[in-house]
């Protein structure tokens, strides 16, 4: 991408962005790619970064282990390995193992599942395999410390054998010698020590020269001397020559080892960029988690949707402020291209210039951004900014020079593909003749089709939104009873500077105030403050609209707590239903099993009786009469024993008797000749000629009776 000025990635505080990004690094690899970052423009390359950076984010948050522990810096080591007679040294090739070891673990992990369910990530080793081969060959020579194992040659061993033997003899003969030596006194508190490789006697000072032997050196005190007996002068000698010898053949078997293994230093190398890769990928996953940065939908055109975006910095210094981050939303397309953004000073206007130029960057450098998903973003070859005083002393140009210098650049250079953003544009010059160029270079970005941001204070600019096609307002909110800015973008309406308000309210003299309005142009004064009410206004709206979403929010809730409430009653309903209905059943048992007993008993009288036809009769009456009758008797003292009726009118509310088949219940409602009856839970609709009003008996009188 091409930036203007070269300063423009630190003016839109992309630099800070790479140092947070710094910070999660590890490898050698990855603090590189950071530091050497480059903004893109091809979309395929931009969208693998960002489905990367998005799979392994989700490997965080799922708490996924992903095998990339590895983070030395072999880059010289591995260069050594691929000149020819060069040679590793053991400490050397456990670092190597251990970069083997994390590559294999790397390359196990991408199963063919995971292949399937991590694309993006996948890609980082898909033009590369696995050799194992290359830590057999260093395992059958070097151990885990780094040291040449006594198998790796038939010479190494014989050599290490021979050399454990004649340390052993050493060890006897200096033990005897000690001994001796300790029981004449000539000995001093250590004993013995090593001195220039060789095993020698701590004798005293003044005793040196009753003991045979060479010379190597007294203490700093001259206190004790460093005598090498005589007896074991010919054993050290031959173990120091051994020792030479399996130098020499160790420094034999490292070099054979790296010569057998430069064919592979590329491959390594391999390995150690595909870690680096996926150090980079996981330190911006780690990012985006810390700015809660999401994937927005990339579309390979000039085009910018942005639903609830921040700015990345400003998100997570409220975030560690426990302070809220207002979002920002905004929508630039081909009927939209360039947004005029005005409102009082320090309400917020650069911010959310800022806000649209660091996410745009981050996008295109492959780092998730702080908006939602369902955002859109399009990809731009140049963005140009122009923000601040940008006077040059080298140039002896002023600030207003400076300016038109920019904006020279600006339009012979600025095309459909092109992003800028343009702080106070006209600043520093007389306001009408400075409005008047600043009219005509958005007329001239406009008609290149670029894309863009312009803060202004100049009512012609926010008047030309309304008539040049391309060109839309924009208004930071303003809250003029607190006097404090709600940094809240709202498109579509200019913003009033709130001049004369921010005056009024810090206190300045009204005569001073009242002479300033007259001052002003009348048309633009009246304008000014049109845009202030209707602001406000819109304000006072959208705080109903809130109020209004929140009661309606309400009343869906009341409204789904209605209906559990009615669901429960009529389960209930459906529950006492179901009990007088088992109740009854039972009744109903008790009564066929009594009516069982008898026609029995009735049988066996009648097969006895010469009489047959009374047996009959009473049959007769005992199926079709008698129950009949029993049971309304059994009712009707019931009801008597509780109810007393009167002659009274039936109203609503009164409790009354059926006529027929004696049940009582409650008149819930009188249509003409009809009531409905509550019986229990059932409603029963019956003539009123068929009801007679009761009244409950005393608890007392019910009782006695």
Not at 359 to 374: E, F, K, N, R, T
Not at 555 to 578: A, F, G, I, S, Y
Request: charged share 30%; aromatic share 6%.
């Amino acid at each position: 991408m091409r930036l203007y000025p070269e300063s423009a990635m630190v003016q839109l505080e992309f630099d800070k962005v790479q140092q947070l990004l710094l910070n999660h690094v590890k490898t050698a690899y990855a603090h590189h790619k950071v530091e050497h970052m480059r903004i893109h423009t091809h979309i395929q390359y931009i969208e693998t970064e960002l489905r990367q950076t998005h799979e392994f984010m989700l490997l965080l948050q799922t708490a996924q282990y992903f095998p990339g522990d590895f983070h030395k810096n072999l880059e010289k080591d591995l260069k050594l390995l691929s000149i020819p007679g060069a040679m590793l040294t053991g400490e050397q090739w456990v670092l190597i193992r251990k970069l083997l070891e994390t590559a294999g673990n790397i390359f196990r992990w991408f199963d063919s599942e995971r292949r399937l369910a991590f694309p993006a990530l996948t890609l980082v080793i898909n033009n590369s395999y696995y050799e194992k081969v290359i830590r057999e060959m260093i395992d059958a020579v070097v151990d885990e410390l780094g040291v040449v194992k006594d198998d790796a040659s038939e010479d190494l061993q014989r050599i290490r054998q021979s050399l454990y033997r004649k340390r052993n003899e050493l060890r006897r003969v200096f033990d005897r010698i000690i001994q001796k030596m300790n029981k004449q006194g000539y000995l001093a508190d250590i004993e013995e020590s090593f001195l220039n490789g060789r095993r020698v006697l701590a004798v005293f000072a003044e005793n040196k020269r009753m003991i045979k032997g060479v010379l190597h050196g007294e203490s700093d005190s001259r206190q004790t001397a460093f005598i090498e007996p005589e007896e074991t002068t010919a054993l050290n000698n031959e173990i120091f020559s051994l020792e030479n010898e399996e130098h020499k053949e160790v420094q034999r078997i490292l070099r054979q080892l790296t010569a057998s293994l430069q064919p592979y230093a590329a491959l390594m190398q391999t390995y150690l960029d595909i870690i680096g890769e996926f150090d980079y990928i996981k330190a911006k996953a780690k990012l985006a988690t810390d700015m809660n940065a999401q994937m927005p939908n990339v579309v390979n055109k000039a085009h910018i949707e942005l639903k609830k975006a921040y700015h990345p910095l400003l998100y997570l210094y409220n975030k560690q402020s426990g302070k809220e981050t207002i979002p920002l939303n905004l929508k630039l397309d081909d009927k939209g291209r360039i947004l005029v953004i005005s409102g009082p000073n320090a309400g917020g206007k650069t911010v959310t210039m800022k806000t649209i130029g660091l996410c745009q960057m981050m996008l295109q450098a492959g780092l998730l951004v702080p908006m939602q998903a369902d955002s859109v973003m399009g990809i731009f070859k140049q963005l140009f900014i122009h923000i601040g005083d940008t006077q040059s002393i080298e140039f002896e140009l002023s600030t207003y020079s400076s300016h038109l210098q920019h904006m020279k650049y600006f339009l012979e250079l600025a095309n459909g593909k092109t992003m800028f953003f343009i702080d106070e544009l006209g600043s520093g010059s007389d306001p009408n003749l400075g409005g008047s160029f600043a009219e005509v270079i958005m007329e001239e970005l406009a008609r290149k089709h670029s894309m863009g941001v312009v803060t202004t204070h100049y009512l012609n600019l926010k008047v030309m939104a309304n008539r040049v096609p391309g060109i839309i307002n924009g208004a930071m909110q303003f809250d003029e009873e607190k006097l404090t800015p709600l940094y809240r973008l709202v498109v579509g309406k200019p913003g009033s500077s709130y001049t004369f308000s921010i005056a009024e309210r810090i206190g300045l003299p009204k005569a001073l105030i009242a002479r300033a309005r007259k001052l002003v142009d009348e048309d633009h004064f009246t304008l000014d403050k049109l845009l202030n009410r209707t602001e406000q206004d819109l304000q006072r709206l959208e705080v109903r609209e809130a109020e209004l979403h929140k009661l309606m929010k309400e009343n869906e809730r009341l409204k789904k707590e209605m209906e559990k409430v009615m669901n429960r009653e009529k389960h209930d309903q459906q529950v006492e239903l179901l009990k007088q209905q088992n109740r009854f059943r039972e009744e109903q048992l008790t009564y066929l099993k009594e009516m069982e007993r008898k026609l029995k008993a009735m049988v066996i009288e009648w097969r006895k009786t010469d009489n047959k036809e009374e047996v009959v009769k009473l049959i007769h009456a005992l199926l079709f009469k008698q129950k009949e009758k029993l049971t309304a008797e059994k009712k009707d003292k019931k009801v008597d024993n509780r109810y007393t009726e009167t002659a009274d009118p039936i109203a609503e509310g009164d409790k009354v008797k059926m006529k027929k088949n004696r049940q009582v219940g409650v008149v819930k409602e009188i249509r003409g000749k009809k009531a409905i009856v509550q019986v229990g839970v059932i409603p029963i609709t019956i003539d009123v000629a068929e009801l007679v009003k009761v009244i409950e008996k005393p608890a007392e009188e019910e009782a006695t009776k």
